[in-house]
């Protein structure tokens, strides 16, 4: 019997489906999804794609979610109604109009098309010139200080390798190291730069 009724129901379209009340979830929740589908996809879809700009995709993604909303309201439509097409498509508005301004909130996606060049880069001005003004500072060194800091420093050499270098003793090297630092941080401060 129960097989009939649901026939009866198929045979009289969506409008008959939702005549009679239905407790959630029902046996005809999969019918009324594909008599909804049969009877709105194409249109909606056709209304959906203006509404879109012409993007199939989001289009797509829309009319989905309008059959959905549609399917979980399905016990308060109008079945008296001569078309869902109304509430459907006011439904689908809604949705594009949320997607929208969701996607006006959050970032724009980057894509492989975006060439990297065109995207915003920090200013190094500052660290330009701050090199340049170490630079100087370092010129300022004796040639004996600039020599211990340089094989120490900057070629990441330890005390007793800078020291074989430069052919010079250990602690002759720690000494020249250390007045260099002092001398190298008065110097850089003189320019405005704090160490």
Not at 45 to 66: I, S
Not at 110 to 116: C, H, R
Not at 163 to 169: F, K, M, Y
């Amino acid at each position: 019997m129960a097989a009939s009724k649901t026939a009866g129901r198929a045979a009289g379209g969506l409008r008959n489906i939702l005549r009679f009340p239905r407790p959630a979830p029902a046996p005809d929740d999969e019918l009324i999804v594909k008599e909804l589908y049969r009877e709105y996809h194409q249109p909606l879809l056709k209304f959906v794609m203006r509404l879109t700009a012409g993007d199939r995709q989001w289009a797509e993604d829309v009319v989905q979610e309008t059959f959905i909303r549609a399917w979980k309201s399905a016990d308060r439509l109008d079945s008296t109604a001569g078309s869902l097409m109304p509430w459907l498509a006011t439904v689908a508005r809604r949705i594009v109009i949320d997607n929208r301004r969701a996607r006006s909130i959050r970032p724009p996606e980057v894509d492989d098309e975006m060439a990297l060049e065109n995207l915003a880069v920090a200013d190094e001005m500052d660290g330009m010139l701050r090199k340049v003004v170490v630079a100087e500072a370092l010129n300022a060194l004796t040639p004996a200080h600039r020599e211990a800091l340089t094989e120490t420093v900057l070629r990441d050499r330890t005390v007793n390798q800078a020291a074989e270098v430069l052919g010079i003793p250990v602690g002759t090297v720690k000494s020249r190291v250390y007045y260099a630092l002092r001398a190298l941080r008065v110097a850089l401060e003189e320019r405005g730069v704090t160490a």
